[in-house]
């Protein structure tokens, strides 16, 4: 007995000699921390990652062994460890270098498409808030107001408008405005300055624990940069009077621990219609990070965005085909509108010591909204018109927290998190009326207040079975609904609460280092409008969306990525807010099912193809066949292109995007036509100038960039139509662009 606890206690004492700690910290060739490299002991197959402060702690390290350090955009590092190594905290400086598909390695602990995001982003960086979208492989969008609107979505088969069935957030703060006098879900992402971003995390379907409301078709998160690698100034002109300017600026050392920048866009521009558009933004965004006594990270980030516009509106195509007005005239070119946003959003995050990572925001906005439109022109009111106004003065303010513990259960290695927040809406002065020239108030519709309030919790846990991973969570949300509505004699808040709970779990099987299955499945939900729910007890609150993908990402080579998705989604109720009356249309059950097709292929370090097609079938559920067709639902949408990047001093590219024909009403009698369109771009650096040029609509086809299937009536026509109106695609047109970098 002696024996054995002799030898046990020599075995012991030997794994402490030989297999140690091996600690050190992370940085780029600017002294700033990296976060999320992946440090890899090679020689024993442990790892780990850094934290926000760029330090590691990899264990079962001993003398020999060899650390390799990686992280995409940077040059890779191996270092050898020996008896100096273990005696001090090391310090490692990764190069940066172009982002490259072979550097995309497939594992069960990360989602390989968010890599080829990137890749995506880096190959076709983006300079307008319309292209941010575009990087989402799959997602298509259509604008209609030249920009003083939020760009209408499509995603597996749904035209989201503005967003009712796509969570959108930046930071954390989330995007999506619930109970909006435009649509549920407006979402403006205007108030980004597109140059800050740096990194787009996206996930289609609702079987993500930690998006609540609004993801059923899929979720988008825009991370902004903490820090720049070079100022710049950068001047934009083009067609249509057309005029940006940019300022990205460091405000602090770029060799000092902490990071402060401030970035500032201004754009103008008459647009392509006949009738001026007067269109103006300006874009104001700074945020600096520090990192505490504690090595917690502290940011904090404000931005400030007014825009103000005239519109042309969507025009009938009879008027087109007989002759009264061109493609880029108008019926009523008084629409228009203003909006501003001011958000302010403070971020932490934090190791604590049994090990625990803690990250949380706290977000607060200031919103306000004033729109101008007519779609029927004439139908209600055959003497003054019927244009509309819409109006909100909103705050938004709350929270996000996440708690992350890595452990073991039965030697099966767990990470779990959970997840709380809350959001609170108050939105005053919520107005519908109608309107006269932008002047005069000749009706009111609507006008109140609406507070909602959606508190919510999760837990999410993956479990490492070898080659599997299973990710089983849960997500409960708890919404409450008050409004007052002012239009009444007596004062009265009508109010409506609920609880919704919903499962999700995600499998993923990596076989080997060429392929990744994956089956997901959950349920998710997007909230009813706040006036509707509120007032009317017996329409649906939260109607829930059923979904379930199975799926593969392959890379037969290191250059290639194919990934691919079969996908079915059932929604309990298909609402349609319809804007300009006031309401909302519960069109019942749907159904949606579908495929979707990436294709990366890194040509050679500098040339780089990409591709996304998605087929979708939509329908609804409970419509007799032939009647049962979801109105704008697109059927077939591919988008792609090719990039040259740093080839001799030059980059550009060329880019296309295509959509199908789709029907426009419920018996497709009505059809919104497809387009196919290509862009390219140009850029040419000499030392720290760039001048570049983009060519918008190459080939000068004629397109319609959204179309509705509108029933309006003109001044002189005695009965109303129903047909396609429509706003015009941009025809070709040029923009030259120089930025020079400091």
Do not use: C
């Amino acid at each position: 007995m002696k024996a054995k606890i002799l030898f046990l206690a020599l075995l012991l004492g030997s794994y402490h000699v030989f297999s140690q700690q091996f600690k050190g910290k992370v940085l780029n060739a600017n002294k700033k921390p990296l976060e999320n490299v992946y440090v890899y002991n090679m020689t024993s197959n442990s790892h780990t990652h850094t934290k926000v402060s760029g330090e590691f702690i990899l264990d079962n390290s001993k003398e020999g062994d060899v650390i390799e350090f990686g992280i995409l955009g940077y040059e890779k590092v191996r270092l050898q460890l020996n008896e100096s190594n273990f005696k001090t905290i090391n310090t490692i400086v990764l190069e940066m270098k172009n982002f490259l598909l072979d550097e995309m390695v497939l594992t069960n602990k990360k989602d390989p498409l968010q890599t080829i995001v990137r890749v995506d982003l880096d190959k076709k960086p983006v300079s307008s808030s319309q292209q941010i979208l575009q990087r989402v492989p799959g997602l298509f969008i259509g604008q209609h107001a030249g920009g003083g609107k939020a760009e209408q979505i499509f995603l597996r088969g749904f035209d989201i408008d503005h967003g009712t069935d796509i969570a959108l957030s930046v930071d954390g703060t989330p995007v999506n405005m619930v109970s909006h006098a435009h649509g549920q879900g407006y979402s403006d992402l205007h108030f980004i300055i597109p140059e800050t971003i740096e990194k787009i995390n996206f996930g289609k379907g609702p079987y993500y624990a930690s998006k609540g409301d609004f993801n059923t078709a899929g979720y988008v998160d825009f991370k902004t940069k903490t820090y720049l690698q070079n100022s710049r100034v950068e001047v934009g002109v083009g067609q249509f009077n057309t005029f940006r300017t940019l300022g990205m600026f460091n405000l602090l050392d770029k060799n000092s621990t902490d990071n402060a920048y401030v970035a500032i866009e201004y754009l103008e521009t008459d647009g392509f219609v006949e009738s001026p558009q007067n269109f103006s933004r300006i874009n104001i965004f700074t945020k600096y990070r520090t990192f505490l006594k504690d090595n917690s990270s502290l940011s904090l980030s404000a931005s400030h965005f007014t825009s103000k516009w005239d519109a042309s509106g969507q025009i009938p195509q009879r008027e087109v085909d007989n002759g009264n007005i061109t493609r880029f005239g108008s019926i009523d070119d008084t629409e228009g509108g203003t909006t501003s946003r001011t958000n302010i959003n403070l971020e932490h995050s934090k190791v604590l010591k049994n090990d625990v990572s803690v990250t949380s925001n706290v977000f607060y906005s200031n919103y306000n909204f004033n729109l101008f439109s007519n779609f029927t022109f004439f139908l209600e009111d055959p003497v003054n018109g019927d244009q509309i106004k819409q109006t909100e003065n909103r705050d938004v303010f709350g929270f996000n927290t996440q708690f992350k513990k890595k452990t073991q259960l039965s030697n099966t290695p767990v990470e779990l998190t959970f997840g709380t927040g809350l959001r609170a809406d108050i939105v005053d002065n919520l107005e519908l009326s109608h309107t006269l020239q932008r002047k005069e108030v000749l009706d009111q519709i609507q006008l109140g207040k609406v507070n909602q309030t959606n508190y919510y919790a999760f837990v999410y846990s993956e479990f490492e079975f070898g080659k599997f991973m299973v990710a089983p969570a849960l997500r409960l949300d708890y919404l409450k609904f008050n409004y007052n509505d002012y239009l009444l004699d007596e004062y009265k808040t009508f109010s409506e609460s609920q609880v919704v709970v919903n499962p999700k779990i995600n499998v993923i099987y990596t076989p080997n280092a060429k392929i990744q299955w994956f089956l997901k499945s959950g349920i998710g939900f997007h909230s009813n409008d706040t006036r509707v729910v509120a007032t009317q007890p017996n329409r649906k609150t939260l109607p829930r969306a059923y979904g379930v993908d199975f799926g593969t990402v392959w890379k037969p080579t290191s250059r290639i990525a194919i990934n691919t998705a079969l996908w079915y989604l059932l929604s309990e109720d298909e609402l349609v807010y319809v804007g300009d009356a006031g309401i909302v249309e519960p069109s019942g059950e749907s159904q949606r099912y579908g495929i979707d097709l990436g294709l990366r292929y890194q040509l050679t370090d500098w040339l780089y193809f990409d591709s996304d097609a998605t087929y979708t079938k939509a329908e609804s559920v409970n419509a007799l066949s032939g009647e049962n067709y979801i109105p704008l639902a697109p059927k077939i949408t591919v988008t792609g292109g090719l990039s040259v990047n740093s080839y001799k001093n030059f980059s550009g590219g060329i880019n296309y995007r295509y959509i199908g024909d789709r029907p426009a009403n419920e018996d497709n009698s009505i059809v919104a036509e497809g387009y196919f369109v290509t862009d390219a771009n140009v850029s040419y650096k000499m030392n720290n100038i760039t001048v570049g040029v983009a060519l918008e609509n190459l080939f000068d086809v004629v397109w319609n960039e959204t179309q509705f299937a509108t029933e309006s009536r003109l001044q002189n026509e005695p009965n109303p139509v129903e047909e396609i109106h429509f706003t015009p695609g941009t025809p070709f047109s040029v923009k030259a662009s120089i930025r020079y970098t400091f």
